[in-house]
């Protein structure tokens, strides 16, 4: 079992640049979430996906952040016109059907930095 | 909506000394369940520990934490802190009532000494 992929693992774009985040969750896991990481902030919570369906999106900045996932195989999260303060760690994480209360498995995270 | 405390940001123990990192929590459900977990540098984080069962002891690579619903805590705890301990440690909380997210909160840095 591979675990969660995450690719890239570091990207740097300029500030008003997209960037492009890629997961590919354990397989025969059917729930997914994104969590942005920073330092003063934590780990937050941005979106969650439940056999490809978007369940809840609460934490997601309403300008400029979505997210995809048009397969079971994996998620893109996109951020328009990326700014300095979107520098974090994105971290993809995904969990087995039907453990609402069970662990998350967590990828090794992409590194964003907005210059 | 729920939130979780983790009281210390930075914790710094001796080479086998006792540590504890505190966690508390607010929620209005009953069916919770709890998780810590660590991370290391340049690493994904990983489950250390989980429960959801009032007042039973759970333990695993020496650490141990208790859920107590009437203080609302689950604090973790090692008796004998070591080097390879030092990470970054968050309490969590999730339950089954809504998309089963977990609720973390801020982190601790653990920092073991020799």
């Known amino acids: 079992n591979a675990g969660v992929i995450q690719t890239p693992r570091h990207k740097v774009t300029g500030k008003g640049q997209e960037a492009t985040l890629w997961c590919e969750p354990i397989?025969?896991?059917?729930?997914v979430f994104w969590y942005r990481q920073t330092i003063v902030q934590g780990l937050e919570f941005l979106t969650y996906?439940?056999?490809?369906?978007?369940?809840?999106d609460s934490g997601m900045p309403k300008e400029r952040f979505s997210a995809q996932m048009p397969n079971q195989s994996h998620s893109t999260l996109k951020i328009q016109s990326t700014q300095p303060q979107d520098s974090a760690v994105y971290l993809c994480?995904?969990?087995?059907?039907?453990?609402?209360?069970?662990?998350?498995?967590f990828g090794e995270g992409s590194k964003l930095t907005v210059l | 909506g729920d939130s979780v405390t983790q009281t210390e940001g930075l914790v710094t123990v001796t080479e086998g000394l006792p540590v504890k990192l505190n966690c508390t929590y607010q929620?209005?459900?009953?069916?919770?369940?709890f998780f810590w977990y660590v991370q290391y540098l340049n690493e994904a984080p990983q489950v250390l520990l989980k429960?959801?069962?009032?007042?039973k002891r759970t333990e695993h690579q020496g650490f141990h934490a208790t859920l107590h619903k009437s203080s609302s805590s689950f604090h973790l705890q090692k008796s004998s802190a070591q080097l390879s301990d030092s990470a970054l440690y968050y309490c969590a909380l999730s339950h089954n009532t809504n998309t089963g997210k977990l609720t973390f909160g801020d982190g601790t840095v653990l920092t073991v000494k020799p």
């Open positions: 994480a995904s969990r087995q059907q039907g453990a609402n209360t069970g662990q998350l498995y």
């Open positions: 429960s959801s069962t009032d007042n």
């Open positions: 929620t209005t459900y009953l069916t919770i369940a």
């Open positions: 397989s025969g896991h059917s729930a």
């Open positions: 996906f439940r056999n490809q369906a978007p369940i809840d």
